[in-house]
């Protein structure tokens, strides 16, 4: 269960910090499968990176580890004194299962075995100083949010959704819980916005437009931006070059780095922050009854 003593970006009462050397940890999650989160995650690690940040990338994602592909590391973690090296890729410190386990096992965790993988990634990887720590989580609200936000302190989570609807109606869920577990949320990130044609330029919203903004306006949370629906950011996924590293003066790119400017800047004490829990919670509550 969660510690309901827990609160905002402080280890929870009795919990030893595992990463004291950890200036942010940012969760990337989502209501839904599939939105984008290790995309975002992946691309924003780099766009942090980029600033001369020194960035880690954590891929919780126990189930369905995406974060090695999409980082092109193929080479599995060293080690040194019993401990586990993190894998660097683009400048940013990696660690995921799938370094770990053969590449066709299935991945299969009861609660207690997530709480115990995830434990090891935190105190057995020799992260060091980072100033920012992005951790992947797999889709949804389950043992390893839960798990998380027991272990370390959050700074904060971000949500990715697609525009429509039905994936808002997740992101308010996921929302909650993250509440719930007093865990800061920093906003809103829309994936797959809009689809820019290359031949002739027409802007088509295959999954509606603005649902992401529309639902941050609706809880008072800050909006962090809108990423276009594009074949040069999969392929950048497939192939391990994420579009902010392969192809940096990209519109594309550029809407990567906007938000992580704004992730630092929310950091640093500039952001809005998150609103109180109790106003958050009804307004979350309010938002079900409305639809
Ligand atoms: N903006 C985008 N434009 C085009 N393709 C995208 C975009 N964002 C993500 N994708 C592609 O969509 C697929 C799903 O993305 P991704 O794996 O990042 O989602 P996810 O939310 O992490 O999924 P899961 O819930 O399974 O962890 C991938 O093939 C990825 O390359
Ligand atoms: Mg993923």
């Not at 009861?110 to 920012?132: C, E, I, T």
């Not at 720590?133 to 302190?153: E, K, N």
């Not at 990715?160 to 039905?166: A, D, I, K, L, N």
């Not at 819980?177 to 920093?186: C, D």
Request: with cysteine; glycine share 12%; proline share 8%.
């Amino acid at each position: 269960m969660p510690d309901e003593h827990a609160h905002s970006g402080q280890p929870s009462q009795g919990t030893t910090n595992l990463i004291p050397g950890v200036k942010h940890v940012i969760a990337v999650s989502s209501g839904k499968g599939g939105v984008g989160k290790s995309t975002v995650a992946a691309n924003l690690a780099c766009a942090l990176s980029l600033t001369g940040a020194k960035v880690g990338l954590l891929d919780a994602d126990l189930y369905g580890p995406n974060i090695p592909m999409m980082m092109g590391s193929t080479k599995g973690p060293e080690q040194k004194d019993g401990k586990i090296l993190p894998v660097e890729s683009y400048g940013v410190k990696l660690i995921s299962m799938a370094f770990l386990v053969p590449e066709e096992a299935p991945l299969v965790w009861r609660g207690p075995m997530v709480h115990q993988y995830l434990q090891a990634f935190f105190r057995d990887v020799l992260w060091g100083d980072l100033d920012y720590l992005l951790i992947d989580l797999p889709p949804g609200t389950g043992d390893v949010q839960l798990s998380l936000s027991q272990m370390v302190p959050l700074a904060g989570a971000i949500t990715v959704t697609t525009p429509q609807e039905v994936a808002l109606y997740d992101v308010r869920k996921g929302m909650a819980m993250f509440q719930k577990v007093n865990v800061p949320l920093l906003g809103i990130v829309e994936n797959m916005s809009y689809f820019v044609c290359g031949h002739c330029g027409e802007r088509t919203e295959i999954f509606s437009y603005g649902g992401g903004e529309r639902a941050a306006e609706k809880l008072g949370l800050p909006f962090l931006g809108r990423i276009p629906i594009d074949p040069a950011i999969r392929e950048g996924g497939d192939s391990g070059h994420p579009i902010i590293v392969a192809d940096p003066a990209s519109p594309q790119a550029a809407a990567f780095r906007d938000i992580a400017q704004k992730l630092i800047a929310a950091m640093s004490g500039a952001g809005e922050g998150s609103p109180p829990i109790e106003s958050l919670l009804k307004k979350i509550k309010q938002s079900f009854t409305n639809n």
